[in-house]
């Protein structure tokens, strides 16, 4: 039979209190009977229930006299005055990371860490970068759908007709069934995974006179019929469900400047609840906090500050601060790494991120060097987090997965991993100003949101516009229920949100294959033709390219509208290379630039 024995150790330098179970005649079978319930009245983690030197046994077995909570408190205070361990912050640190104590969670606890003792890890998550195609059955998103499939790279399609779109696309395309009108409709399981955008969403303009069933006159671009707007209406699907859907998909896609975690933004200041965690959980005696500097900051702003005195007594040495598991995880699975801006002392410091609620659980950690004096931000790829459990890289876990980040720690050690030693350290006082964490997304970064809008959308009250030489939706904009107004409000809600993106702008869309030669320009000023096919293709380029970050663009083909273009399939044209094109881009223009001050009434 198996017995559980209390291991009191001659050095508390390790750690508190050992509970292991050994083959004994004289024992019983390790269940939460067999434990005297008061002894148990604490949830020690199993951070604290290793001993690496020779205990004193002290074996309680049922049928004998049971030790009671207070000889117990007893032989541990006594032992911690033997040592000079402060055995009252010890329960604190405890109490503050996880609670008031819990008979029961400890036993629970106890027996599952017993039976199995690695470390909890995370199951590694699917994290592929999938492509959401928004408008996935219209003439552009379709193509664009067809493209990606054939580069072989993930996609997924939003769209409003399921039947429809497993007809056009395939039965086995990813699909999500939503209405971007419809807020409601956008459940945010549908974008898990997806790290670019492409939307192809446009409201439906037709003849008056009606069309084909496939759209025939609409979608040959060229011969001009009275138009009219076809189901919902410019600001439903331009501006309202533009909201809706930039809203639903930022989480997932980034932003171009990061996701603060903890510090200041636009006066506001994001906070985490950090609580201190030393050596005094092995016997250790250092010590430090973190406070709230309302003076120390960059330009005398408020600032976090850890600070504290580490020291290597009873075989301790390092101090830190870790937060209380997040309410909510956090799902950084958009960025590259963590930035933190820190004003440095010198000594070289670890961040350890968790992404399992356990207390005692693989971290993943990593190293910097700081700057004395000087206000520096240090950028902390997820890419260089390696596995550690109990300073002890673990060669077979998984990688890090950003999609559940549940707490931060932050420390000043003496050792480093797997028994190096920090050569920045020296015992004594330290503090390490600390004014924000942010997510990042590292360089190049290129656009996560390419939005197909139109030419034209500035032109509707342009002072000096001779609208005869315009297209039908800008001398038709008001008839048309304000459409290139819509389409404009809609453009601006992504530059004002804070994604990467691209804003395309075609002229007159045809059916004609792509391959011929293109003029971009900006400043909304051109009239043309431009094949829906590569529009396509420019879409599906510029996620991939650092010079159509944040730019907005019209594009038409050099054929004019008189003269059909064609290609020969045996010798079709070569590929372009995009990035010719968008080099050549510029930041900030938009043709809004030459409106007038006082916008058309809506």
Known sequence: MECASVNLPSSLSSSILNLQGSASPAGTKLSSKSFYPQFLASPLPNTF????????????QPNSVPLSSRLYRGLISAEARKQSWDFGRFFKTLYFFNGPPSTAKFIEFLIEKLSSPSPSTPVKMETSGIVLVAGATGGVGRRVVDILRKKGLPVRVLVRNEEKARKM??????????????????????????????????????????????????????????????GDSPEKVEYIGMKNLINAVKGSVGLRNGKLIFGFEDNNYKELAWGALDDVVMGGVSESTFQIDPNGGENGVRTGLFKGVVSTANNGGFSSIRTKNFSVPEDLSAYDGLELRIKGDGHRYKFIVRTSSDWDALGYTTAFDTVEGQWQSVRLPFASLRPVFRARTVSDAPPFDPNNVVS????????????QLNPTFVEGAFQLPISSIRAYIKDPVTPRFVHVSSAGVTRPGRPGLDLSKQPPAVRLNKELDFILTFKLKGEDLIRENGIPYAIVRPCALTEEPAGADLIFDQGDNITGKISRDEIARICIAALDSPYALDKTFEVKSVIPFSEPFTVDPVNPPPEKDYDIYFKNLKDRITGKEILEQSPLPI
Do not use: H, W
Not at 49 to 60: C, D, I, K, M, T
Not at 176 to 187: A, F, W
Not at 408 to 419: I, N, P, T, V
């Open 49 to 60: 229930l290793q001993l690496n030197q020779r205990p004193q046994s002290f074996l309680y």
């Open 169 to 230: 696309l395939g039965p086995d395309i990813d699909l999500v069934v939503g209405d971007i009108t419809k807020e409601s409709t956008l459940v945010p399981e549908y974008f898990k995974g997806v790290r670019r955008v492409i939307n192809a969403v446009s409201v439906i303009v037709g003849p008056k006179e009606g069309d084909t069933p496939e759209r025939a006159k609409y979608s040959q671009g060229i011969k001009f019929f009275e138009p009219e707007i076809k």
């Open 408 to 419: 931060f720690q932050l420390m000043f050690s003496k050792f480093e991993y797997d028994g």
